[in-house]
């Protein structure tokens, strides 16, 4: 989304145009692209609601703007503040109730779109882990279908009543009866089919990528999307990628991956050890030192699993993260990964090492043709080419401490989507190969986070020692103990 400063446009663009393709709905608004067509005939009972939903935000706006006229300067503020809430409570309310791929989107709104209002941010931020529950009784049947047997039976104590609910599933605290204190995420019943729904039904909003960035392909792009989708449905390969992080940050001094129960897992049952910690809008009240540890945290996770494990964790919206002080972190929900292949990830590193290390134009504008990331012979100089991109590295291009705002934030969606401001030539000639497709969700989502925290750090000392090509040093004392934490587990893994 393209960070909207507009007291409503965002609200109008969500409600009006939701669905899937979310970020590509809210541009269609702003550059003047068609929106669906809406058929009685074909359109299924879930884009039925979301077309309701749509028409109540229209008419609550046109009342709206009918009481603006009239009313002073600060009426109309109060106006504007009322409609804001009342057009993100109807929002929650019915993407929490319908879960599956239509809840993500509000998710991602809560946390990507700085432009959003503090109240409306507020509201969405609900459907991070706190969306309308299946009932005790039906999440105790889906144990049974699914585990043979009634929670009472597998389990010393079951809290029928969950600590976390979100797009997919919800999530039960219990006791094992080994006495283990574990979380049980359990999938809702018939969410495989509204994502499936949902997904079918969001081609419209793919295929207008065509119409707003002429230079992408869209169909790696929707293909790429819909098998990440997908594969969260799938609890038995999240427990394969959770295993994966788990034991590779086994003990480490900040970092904390839950470790996975097997015999109580299966495809849509995944149970874990249960891990304690603040919630986002906790840390939000900390001291600056503590925002600053946790976002350094995250980044070194984030990032430093791409050239560490070779895989990435997709998913970096605020509910997935549990914080203690002192900057350790417990990252959750692993069922949007991508694993990267050793040619993915040594063109990250090409790319790094020609605009950041090197600093040479030509040898980044080759790299970015060669890879189809730009159309060969683009009527663009070099240096017009890293004006456009240059803005993605700028927080790790200078060797000093840089503060990740909202004006950041909201300036890095608009150059990745804002196809009518000062970089929109470029940007109607690129495209996005598929692996490039996650890695912007998590980038944009992590900027979107750090700007909440105003989180600071000098990024390129922290990210060299997160780039191989470079393996520099320990910068700060958080990267001290972990290189003492990496010597142990080399000592340990060869016996010495």
């Known amino acids: 989304m393209v960070a909207i400063r507009s007291s409503r446009g965002p609200l109008l663009a969500l409600s009006a145009a939701l669905g899937l393709g979310a970020l590509v709905a809210i541009l269609q608004r702003r550059n003047g692209v068609a929106e669906a067509p809406v ?8 884009n039925l609601r979301l077309a309701r939903l749509g028409a109540r935000s229209s008419g609550r706006y046109a009342v709206h703007k009918a009481r603006a006229t009239f009313a002073s300067a600060e009426r109309r503020d109060a106006l504007d503040t009322e409609f804001q809430i009342r057009t993100a409570q109807d929002v929650t309310k019915e993407l929490g109730n319908m879960k599956g791929a239509m809840m993500k989107l509000g998710q991602m709104a809560s946390y990507l779109d700085t432009g959003l209002p503090d109240n409306v941010r507020q509201t969405l931020a609900s459907l991070q882990h706190d969306a309308p529950p299946m009932s005790g009784e039906l999440a105790a049947a889906q144990i049974e279908r699914e585990l043979g047997k009634p929670p009472s039976e597998l389990f010393l104590e079951w809290d029928p009543i969950p600590i976390a609910s979100a797009s997919i599933g919800q999530v039960h605290r219990a006791i094992t009866l080994d006495d283990r204190a574990v979380a049980v995420k359990i999938q809702y019943p018939g969410v495989a089919d509204a994502m499936e729904s949902d997904l079918n039904n969001a081609d419209w909003i793919f295929g207008a990528m065509a119409s707003l960035f002429p230079g992408v392909e869209p169909g790696p792009i929707v293909e790429e999307l819909k098998d990440r989708l997908v594969e969260e449905l799938d609890y038995t390969a999240e427990a394969k990628s959770q295993r994966y992080f788990a034991e590779f940050f086994d003990r480490h001094p ?37 925002k600053n540890l946790a976002a350094e945290t995250i980044f070194r996770f984030s990032f430093g699993s791409i050239y560490r494990l070779h895989a990435f964790n997709g998913d970096p919206h605020p509910g997935n993260y549990l914080f203690e002080k ?18 993915e990830t040594l063109l990250f590193e090409q790319l790094i090492q020609a605009m950041v290390i090197d600093e040479d134009l030509p040898a980044f504008r080759t790299i970015v043709e060669d890879n189809g990331l730009l159309r060969r012979g683009a009527p663009f100089t070099d240096e017009e080419i890293g004006e456009y991109f240059q803005f993605f590295y700028r927080y790790v291009a200078e060797r000093r401490e840089i503060t990740i705002d909202a004006e950041y934030a909201a300036a890095g969606v608009a150059q990745l989507f804002d196809r009518e401001g000062p970089q929109g030539a470029v940007l109607k000639e690129l495209n996005v190969p598929p692996s490039f497709v996650i890695l912007q969700r998590i980038t944009l989502g992590l900027m979107g986070l750090f700007a909440q925290l105003e989180a600071t750090a000098n990024w390129r000392e922290v990210a060299e020692e997160l780039w191989p090509f470079v393996d520099g040093p320990p910068s700060t004392p958080t990267g001290h103990a972990i290189e003492a934490w990496r010597q142990t587990k080399n000592q340990t893994r060869l016996g010495i």
């Open 39 to 46: 058929s009685d005939t074909k359109m299924s009972y879930r």
């Open 254 to 290: 900040f970092i904390h991956v839950p470790h996975v129960v097997e015999r109580l897992s299966t495809e849509r049952i995944l149970t874990t050890e249960l891990a304690d910690g603040a919630r986002f809008d906790e840390l939000l009240t900390w001291s600056d030192e503590e």
């Open 326 to 343: 002192g900057g350790r972190v417990t990252f959750l929900d692993f069922g949007l990964i991508k694993r990267f292949t050793p040619t």
